[in-house]
C-alpha cells in the first residue's frame, strides 16, 4: 500500500548486518531480557538423575527392582529438574512480511525478535534452532547449543530469498511437531495470515510451550485517508485501488481485521498459547520485555 521504505540495513552485507544487530541486541539480553527469560522458563520437566539406597520414607513406587535384586538390597530412583530447554523459531518470510508502511517492515521486526530470543537463550546456554517457511520449508536449522551455531540461524534469517510463493503454517507446524520429541519452546512468528493452521497449532501446543508473535502493520488497523490507495497482494502481485475516503470501505475494512484479530486472540487463549503482536512501529524489544515480565509475575 506505500511506496519504497528507506532502511539503512538493506545497504550493508548481510554479515554486517548481523554484526549490527548482535552489538544492538547483547546489551538489551544481558540488562533485560535474559533474566527474565530464565524466569520464565525453568526446565521442561523432570530427568532420571541416580539410583541409591532405598530409606525409610522414599516413595516405594521408584524402587528400581533391577539393581536392587542385582545388589541385594533395596535401591530407589531419584530424579531432578531438567534445566536444559530447547528454543525453536518457526519464522514466516512469506512475501507479505516484506510489507512496512513506515521505516520497518514486518520481517525487519521478525529478525529483530528472533535476534533478541536466540541470544537470550544461547546465553541461559539453552539449545536453539528454527525454521523459515512460505507455501512450504524453506530451510532447518537442527536445534544445538553454542554462539556460532546461533548466528548461523540468524544468518539464514537475514539473508534467505524465499523459493515458494504464499504461506502454509499448518504445514510446517505438522513438521515440527513429528520432529521435535522432546517438550520445549516453540516460538512462531508471523502475520498469521494464512488458512487451515488450528489444528496443527493446538496439537503443537498439546507437546510444546508455545509462544505466538503475530505482527502487523498500522496500516492494518488505520487506512491512510487518500482519495486513492493501491493495495498490492506482494504474494500474488495484484493490485487494487480502493477508495480511502470511502466511508462504507473503511467501516468493512476496519472490521475485516478486527474480526481476524480478536479469531487470532481467541484461538490463542483456547489452547493456552502465550500471544504477543508486534507493529512496524513498536519497540520490538520492549514488547518482548513486558511480555516475560508479565508472565513471570503469573508464574
Known amino acids: ?65 533391577n539393581v536392587s535384586s542385582r545388589f541385594g538390597q533395596v535401591y530407589t530412583k531419584t530424579f531432578r529438574e531438567e534445566r536444559e530447554m530447547t528454543l525453536f523459531l518457526v519464522v514466516d518470510i512469506s512475501g507479505s512480511l516484506n510489507y512496512g508502511s513506515a521505516t520497518r517492515s514486518m520481517r525487519e521486526a521478525a529478525l529483530i525478535a528472533s535476534t533478541l530470543l536466540t541470544l537470550a537463550a544461547v546465553q541461559n546456554n539453552d539449545k536453539v534452532g528454527g525454521t523459515l517457511f512460505t507455501g512450504d520449508i524453506e530451510t532447518w536449522v537442527n536445534p544445538a547449543k553454542g554462539r556460532n551455531h546461533a548466528l548461523r540461524l540468524l544468518q539464514e534469517i537475514i539473508s534467505h530469498e524465499p523459493q515458494y510463493e504464499g504461506s502454509n503454517l499448518g504445514k510446517v507446524l505438522r513438521v515440527v511437531t513429528e520432529s521435535l520429541k522432546r517438550r520445549g519452546i516453540l516460538v512462531i512468528i508471523s502475520d498469521f495470515l494464512t488458512m487451515d493452521y488450528q489444528r496443527e497449532l493446538a496439537l503443537a501446543a498439546k507437546r510444546h510451550d508455545v509462544i505466538a508473535i503475530r505482527l502487523h502493520d498500522p496500516v492494518m488497523r488505520n487506512l491512510p485517508d487518500f482519495p486513492l490507495v493501491a493495495a498490492g497482494d506482494p504474494e500474488s502481485g495484484h493490485t487494487l485501488f480502493i477508495n480511502g475516503r470511502s466511508r462504507r470501505f473503511r467501516f468493512s475494512f476496519d472490521q475485516f481485521w478486527r474480526q481476524q484479530q480478536q479469531q487470532w486472540l481467541r484461538e490463542c487463549s483456547r489452547r493456552g498459547i502465550s500471544a504477543i503482536e508486534i507493529s512496524t512501529v513498536d519497540n520490538v524489544a520492549e514488547r518482548l520485555i513486558t511480555y516475560f515480565r508479565r508472565r513471570s509475575v503469573r508464574r
Request: net charge negative.
Open 1 to 65: 500500500m506505500a511506496g519504497k521504505r528507506f532502511n539503512p540495513l538493506e545497504f550493508l552485507p548481510s554479515g554486517a548486518r548481523l554484526r549490527q544487530l548482535q552489538i544492538v541486541a547483547q546489551r538489551l539480553v544481558e540488562s533485560l531480557l535474559a533474566g527474565n527469560y530464565r524466569s520464565v522458563f525453568k526446565g521442561t520437566g523432570i530427568e532420571f538423575d541416580e539410583v541409591r539406597e532405598y530409606v525409610e520414607g522414599d516413595d516405594t513406587r521408584l524402587i528400581d527392582w
